[in-house]
Structure formats: C-alpha cells, structure tokens
C-alpha cells in the first residue's frame, strides 16, 4: 500500500460526459502527478501540482483540468468525454519542494470507460 | 517522440537466475532514473533509483545500472522469483525546471519460471 488513494476505481460513462476523479496523496505530500495510462500510448504525464499551485503540464488536453485544494487532495475533471479517453489514470504523490530528485509513489488507479 | 524506450516487451527467465531488463533514453537533461513494478489492477510500485551522479545502486536483489555515455541503463534482479513476474517500467525525469514528471517506457513483462 502506497498510501496514495483514488476514487472511484472503476468508471463507466458515456460520450460527451463529464467526470471527476479523486486522489489522496500521502500523508505530508505536496505535490501530486496525474498520469494516463492507454493501450497505445503507455504512461503519460498529464499535470503536476504543488501545494496547490500547477506546476507543469504534460499531454493534458483542453477537455481535462485538474486542481489541487487546500487539504492537498487534487481531483481531475475530463469533460466531453470520448472513447479515446478510455483508460486508466493514476495519481501519484512525493514530498515536494525539497529542490531534489523525489521518488514518486503511485496510488492504485481509477479505469474509465467511455461508451 | 519515444524518449524512454524498453525494446523488450516481454522476457521469461528461470526461477533462480538473473533477470536483465533493458532501457534506453535520448534526453540528455535526464538525470534521475527510477524503475517501477506493476502487477495488473494496480499501480506502480516504485522498485529502485538512481541518479545520473553514480553508475550502480543496489538494494537487496535489485541492482540498477546507468551508463551515460550510451545513455542505458539496466536493472538486473538476482535471483529471479515467480513472484517477480510483472510488468516493469524505467521511467526517467529531469531536475532544474521545477517538476520532476517522469518520461516512462512501454513496460517490460517480465515472466519468471518455477
């Protein structure tokens, strides 16, 4: 157990839909990742936030944002979803701003399917 | 533009010997370079770093390799346990812009025999 938590982890939506999707960093954590996972593409970096601040943004498209609240818990919201988005996301967290290399711990993930 | 590439998808190795795995990066800012295990319906497992200042660490079973001038690196685990059998990722990242988002390969499934 990571101690990084994400809800709900299943999902299944239609197009044109729009969903949140949660995550808990742990316990002291500043700084949460969102990363997709698709069949084709692998794992990819979508945004980064740092004690609720955006820090970087990767392939995140327009339709997705993602914000980081004062309890550090961060949500992701996909709007006008469509059957591409199918796949799994996972939130992963570190300590943040120590100014070094941090190692990243991933939480179990949420699988969206887009009908 | 595959900056991280594992050119193996798969390897079986035999309970009790070492697994090789393999990646490659072309980002030369790349300086810290972490391999995660992932089992299916989970998550990343981080495993085991490296920073681009050494060439080898080791914990327990799991040693990492960094040759920078190839730009490779390798994980080797020794000895191999069926229940090592997962997908692994090499991931890479780069300091100095303030985020530390790491670049993944595809993954390696790796399969070891009892």
């Known amino acids: 157990d990571s101690g990084v938590t994400q809800t709900p982890k299943h999902l299944i939506t239609a197009t044109g839909q729009r969903v949140t999707l949660r995550c808990s960093p742990r316990?002291?954590?500043?700084?949460v990742y969102w990363y997709q996972q698709s069949l084709d593409q692998g794992l990819q970096f979508l945004i980064h936030?740092?004690?609720?601040?955006?820090?970087a943004k990767g392939n995140i498209l327009e339709r997705f944002s993602a914000q980081q609240f004062p309890d550090l818990h961060s949500e992701l919201n996909l709007s006008s979803l469509e059957l591409g988005d199918s796949a799994l996301y996972f939130c992963?967290?570190?300590?943040?701003?120590?100014?070094?290399?941090?190692?990243?711990?991933f939480g179990p993930g949420t699988r969206l399917l887009v009908l | 533009d595959q900056q991280v590439k594992q050119n193996s998808p798969s390897l079986s190795v035999q309970e009790g010997r070492i697994s090789i795995l393999n990646c490659d990066y072309t980002?030369?800012?790349?300086?810290?370079f972490l391999w995660y295990k992932k089992y299916p319906a989970e998550g990343p497992t981080f495993l085991i770093s490296?920073?681009?200042?050494?060439d080898k660490n080791e914990d327990g079973r799991f040693t990492v390799f960094l040759n920078k001038s190839a730009k490779h690196l390798s994980l080797h685990i020794v000895p191999s346990q069926p229940g090592d059998s997962a997908v692994y990722f090499c991931?890479?990242?780069?300091?100095?812009?303030?985020?530390?988002?790491?670049?993944f390969g595809k993954g390696t499934k790796l399969s070891v025999i009892p």
């Open positions: 936030y740092y004690n609720g601040e955006e820090r």
């Open positions: 490296i920073s681009s200042i050494k």
């Open positions: 992963a967290s570190s300590a943040g701003g120590t100014g070094v290399q941090e190692t990243q711990y």
């Open positions: 316990s002291g954590d500043l700084s």
């Open positions: 980002n030369s800012m790349f300086d810290y």
């Open positions: 991931a890479a990242s780069a300091s100095g812009a303030g985020s530390y988002q790491l670049t």
